[in-house]
């Protein structure tokens, strides 16, 4: 059973893509290639989600904790902490639910099993800032692990 966010209802069907998108491409490959204003189809595994409509997206090719082969050795393996931190800022994005260019006010977390390391393909907008910060503003997901 997933925790839902106190206040927030989960978001509405009309983000939910209940196929996966064909040619989904890696949050590294947006990181090479990506242009700001572009339709993109990213695929990757759920790191943080916030209490509201956003979360962040880890390139598949990054190891979770989850994923090592010392069982029970973080009690959070969905924040890839024993990956390496520049690995880490290149291969991650954030993924923000919007509506007419503002944040809803609804929660990811739980919508379709939607949780941490959920793999997932994110369907949106992509926007790098002049940091070169990438966020993703979704109008559709499909979540893999339903």
């Not at 595994?45 to 979770?64: P, Q």
């Not at 509506?99 to 907008?125: I, Q």
Request: net charge negative; proline share 4%; glycine share 6%.
């Amino acid at each position: 059973e997933v925790e839902v966010m106190e206040g927030w209802p989960v978001l509405s069907e009309r983000f939910h893509s209940a196929t996966e998108p064909a040619q989904a491409k890696s949050v590294a490959s947006l990181r090479v290639g990506g242009n700001s204003g572009a339709d993109v189809i990213v695929e990757g595994r759920v790191r943080d989600i916030s209490e509201r409509s956003a979360f962040t997206l880890a390139d598949m090719a990054l190891t979770s904790c989850a994923a090592m082969d010392e069982p029970d050795h973080c009690s959070t393996p969905w924040d890839y902490c024993c990956e390496d931190p520049a690995a880490l800022k290149l291969g991650t994005l954030i993924v923000e639910f919007t509506e007419n260019e503002a944040p809803v006010k609804e929660t990811a977390r739980g919508f379709h099993g939607l949780d941490h390391l959920s793999e997932v393909v994110v369907t949106g907008k992509l926007t790098i800032d002049d940091l070169g910060n990438m966020s993703v503003a979704a109008s559709k997901v499909y979540v893999r692990s339903e």
